[in-house]
């Protein structure tokens, strides 16, 4: 299983990002799918989640400006960020843990930058 992000990028204080993430191979449910973040010298921490019911889960500091969505038939998982603060400036992970093997499928990160 392989995970792959995109869509990171500079951006200005208030504005809008849109983070992607295809999904290559199998992971079976049930599974819980999303995206952490990890600023410099912070632990990694998660933003947004897709529970095994579908239920959508979100930290604290993002609910109300981010949105999570994943697309079965394009493998995708998508996290659209507005309203961006500079304190969400941070690599973003997208991740995939498959609750029937235990596994923890992780991108390779993308940098998300947010200028004041």
């Known amino acids: 299983v392989q995970l792959q992000a995109s869509g990171g990028g500079l951006v200005q204080a208030g504005g809008s990002l849109r983070l992607s993430c295809t999904v290559f191979?199998?992971?079976?449910?049930?599974?819980?799918m999303g995206w952490y973040r990890q600023a410099p010298g912070e632990q990694r921490e998660p933003v947004a989640r897709?529970?095994?019911?579908?239920?959508?889960d979100y930290g604290d500091s993002v609910k109300g400006r981010f949105t999570t969505s994943r697309d079965n038939n394009k493998r995708t998982i998508d996290l659209q960020m507005d309203s961006l603060k500079p304190e969400d400036t941070a690599v973003y992970y997208c991740?995939?843990?498959?609750?029937?093997?235990?596994?923890?499928?992780w991108g390779q990160g993308t940098l998300v930058t947010v200028s004041s």
């Open positions: 991740a995939a843990h498959d609750l029937s093997t235990l596994n923890m499928y």
């Open positions: 191979g199998n992971i079976f449910s049930p599974n819980i």
């Open positions: 897709i529970l095994s019911r579908g239920s959508l």
